[in-house]
């Protein structure tokens, strides 16, 4: 019934810039938490950022300083400014919301979209 819609990613050279953003439909009560999350074929998924309804934030060690993620109130939208790009940052990226839904608490993820750092 959630639906998250990614977009933004790319192919961006070394040190350049890239801002993803989520956009949740559906009847949603409320949502709670929106996150990025990265993987590599092969490793582990790790979260990027996570956000909270209140405006709490929290980043991985690996992108402290240089992305930044914040949320729209009016339409729940999250985004994540993505900063002086590395090599090591490519990977897929996928949205996920924390959601009340008709009662109920639920996981929801995107597709995920590419992001490709490369000179």
């Known amino acids: 019934q959630v639906q998250l819609v990614e977009s933004g990613g790319g192919l961006v050279q070394p040190g350049g810039s890239l801002r993803l953003s989520c956009a949740p439909s559906?009847?949603?009560?409320?949502?709670?938490?929106m996150g990025w999350y990265r993987q590599v074929p092969g490793k582990q998924r790790e979260l990027v950022a996570r956000i909270t309804t209140t405006g709490i934030t929290y980043y991985g060690d690996y992108v402290k300083g240089r992305f930044t993620i914040s949320r729209d109130n009016d339409n729940h939208a999250a985004h994540l400014e993505m900063n002086s790009l590395k090599p090591e940052d490519t990977a897929i990226y996928s949205c996920?919301?924390?959601?009340?839904?008709?009662?109920?608490?639920?996981?929801?993820w995107g597709q995920g979209t590419q992001v490709t750092v490369s000179s």
């Open positions: 996920s919301a924390a959601a009340l839904v008709d009662g109920r608490v639920y996981d929801y």
């Open positions: 559906g009847r949603i009560e409320t949502i709670y938490m």
